[in-house]
């Protein structure tokens, strides 16, 4: 299996923007050695404004696997490639926020333990979760914490609520983003990278038609942005990775090899 990291916070002005049309140009994906997770990479381009990006995206079934947090309280911290090799994870980004203390902000569990309670601060919009049997992404005040949570992190903004991109997210700032994002009946969740953009333009990027082949998206969280945006995914002869610049402390979410939760530190 393999795993993800988080961290980051973002800040800015909203701004009006002329209409811009995002389009899927090509795509390319391949399958993880044991075929639980395929790796699609897509080119995505804007027709009017003629701005381009590149979507990688850790595609999975949540009937037969699914995603953990990996906490890395403790220096030395590991980068988020050996991470995910120690963890045996089957892919990984990188995602969270913590304070001047390097201290987890907003809610994060991980293997069933709550490590930090939920905040209510506006930036963490959305909450990332796993129960043995789901995977989701809901509002943050809409989320109730529950002895059947075995994983969550708090992130924001929401991208995408019921398919459509979130009103009034910033689009001043282009920034790499990394990201999760599920399927209307929860049926395939994502772990996901992006080139450049702000968070208006991954909003609508990740609700395109075929962005993720058959599946579209109908609940999609910013995880993190800048220079620490970092993505892994395990392939057939190797491993595929975007390393990030930096790292604060490393919370890492993996897709399991099966439904269970396996306790692995990074």
Not at 57 to 72: I, M, P, Y
Not at 194 to 216: F, H
Not at 232 to 260: C, E, P, T
Request: glycine share 8%.
């Amino acid at each position: 299996m393999r795993h993800l990291i988080f961290a980051g916070v973002f800040c800015g002005l909203i701004a009006v923007t002329a209409r811009a049309d995002w389009a899927v140009v090509r795509t390319t994906r391949e399958n993880a050695p044991n075929e639980l997770v395929e790796h699609r990479q897509a080119e995505v381009e804007n027709a009017e404004t003629g701005e381009h990006a590149t979507v990688h995206l850790a595609l999975f079934k949540t009937k037969t696997a699914t995603w953990r947090v990996v906490d890395q309280p403790d220096r030395p911290r590991a980068d988020l490639a050996e991470a995910m090799t120690a963890t045996q994870a089957l892919a990984g980004v990188n995602g969270g926020y913590f304070d001047p203390k390097d201290a987890p902000v907003g809610l994060l569990v991980s293997a069933g333990k709550k490590v930090m309670p939920q905040s209510s601060a506006r930036l963490l919009s959305g909450v990332l979760f796993a129960t043995t049997k789901r995977v989701d992404i809901v509002r943050a005040k809409r989320f109730r914490m529950s002895a059947e949570i075995r994983e969550a992190v708090q992130c924001g903004p929401l991208l995408l609520e019921a398919g459509k991109p979130v009103a009034g997210l910033n689009d001043t700032r282009a920034a790499r983003r990394t990201f999760a994002a599920v399927s209307a009946n929860g049926a395939t969740a994502a772990l996901g990278y992006c080139s450049a953009v702000s968070l208006a333009q991954l909003g609508k990027i990740l609700g395109l038609e075929k962005m993720a082949g058959a599946t579209n998206f109908a609940r999609a969280l910013n995880l993190d942005g800048g220079s620490s945006s970092a993505f892994w995914v395990a392939q057939a002869d190797s491993a595929f990775s975007i390393s990030g610049a930096r790292f604060h402390r490393h919370r890492a979410a993996s897709d399991s090899l099966d439904k269970r939760l396996a306790a692995a530190a990074a």
